[in-house]
């Protein structure tokens, strides 16, 4: 097809700046092999795909943004760390979500993660980049990757709060961002071709990515860390079944503990060399379902359509 591109063999920023632009967000997107991009993310993700390395026992959080990042993260992080923490003096208690665990393809997101290549093993990374993006031997390698989709229709309700409240001078209304998106034309987006991609490579190798819903998690967080844990190669003991851990996890991972730290409230999280985002414009409602809060059915209904459309046969539906 016309929209998928060449390898890039310029330097990134002159590659970038030839491709594709479309404005309508609150910045203007490129496209770049089927997706759209912000363009100073696109160059670092094509330098990722260059220079990652990965190692056999990374773990990697994929996801859209606004599907549930900072929920996975703080999950993940507590579940694969719970040896090293106890939940009285826990990182989290003090520590946004997005700074314990590092994006691959954003620089220093955090105060302590600067360089990923300098983390000691087990890493526990995130990415947003589209499955037929991450750097190919992560595949080879054989790390694990756990994707968390969300009912898009929540996600672009999430999405336009975050592009109003964290990019000044942005004032997106909910038709405009609704047509951008059942255009497929959104960050990261399409967003069925995201969630596509890493539900095909869980299909074929379930070993190696989980594939989970946010509102799977709403429905039984308990179960999640269960499963989770057990995908990431550290499944709940006895002991620790029977003294409720896994209760205990998800108790401090959810909305209403993490909103009401004041870790959460205030400062401000960096994500990229001259990016900050306010601690708190990760956390709004948290809820499933609130799409019809901001949207018409009608709309919901055309969005569902055009979803189903796209994922036929795939067995994947939301
Ligand atoms: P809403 O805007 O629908 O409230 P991301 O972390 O990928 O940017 O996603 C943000 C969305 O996840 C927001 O959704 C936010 O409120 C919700 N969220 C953040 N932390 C959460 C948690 N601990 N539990 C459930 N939802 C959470």
């Not at 694969?80 to 691959?104: A, E, K, M, W």
């Not at 672009?156 to 964290?166: G, I």
Request: net charge neutral; with cysteine.
């Amino acid at each position: 097809s016309s929209t998928i591109q060449e390898e890039y063999v310029l330097p990134p920023k002159d590659f970038v700046a030839a491709l594709p632009v479309r404005e309508g967000w609150s910045e203007p997107l490129v496209q770049y092999n089927n997706y759209w991009f912000r363009p100073r993310l696109l160059e670092r993700i094509l330098l990722v795909k260059q220079d990652f390395v990965p190692r056999a026992d990374d773990i990697i959080l994929a996801t859209q943004p606004k599907c549930g990042t900072t929920w996975i993260k703080a999950l993940a992080f507590t579940i694969t760390n719970r040896s090293c923490y106890g939940f009285g003096d826990h990182p989290l208690l003090t520590r946004h979500p997005q700074h314990v665990v590092p994006f691959i393809e954003i620089p220093a997101a955090g105060l302590i993660h600067t360089d990923i290549h300098t983390l000691s093993s087990p890493r526990l990374l995130a990415t947003h980049v589209p499955m037929s993006l991450l750097p190919p031997d992560t595949r080879s390698v054989g790390c694990r990757v756990v994707y968390l989709c969300r009912d898009p229709k929540d996600a672009l309700v999430s999405r336009l709060h975050f592009e109003n409240k964290a990019f000044q001078g942005t004032n997106l209304s909910m038709d405009s961002a609704f047509s951008m998106f059942c255009e497929g034309f959104s960050p990261y987006g399409p967003f069925w071709d995201h969630c596509l991609g890493y539900w095909r490579e869980s299909v074929t190798r379930p070993d190696s990515v989980l594939f989970l819903k946010y509102e799977e998690i709403k429905s039984d967080p308990v179960n999640t860390v269960r499963k989770l844990a057990k995908f990431l190669g550290v499944p709940l003991t006895e002991e620790e079944e029977r003294s409720g851990v896994a209760q205990e996890v998800v108790r401090l991972c959810s909305f209403e503990a993490l909103t009401n730290l004041q870790v959460n409230q205030v400062g401000r999280v960096r994500l990229g060399d001259n990016i900050f985002m306010s601690n708190s414009v990760f956390y709004r409602k948290g809820e499933v379902g609130d799409w019809a809060n901001h949207m018409s059915h009608e709309m919901g209904d055309k969005l569902d359509r055009i979803v189903q459309q796209k994922l036929e046969g795939s067995g994947l539906v939301f």
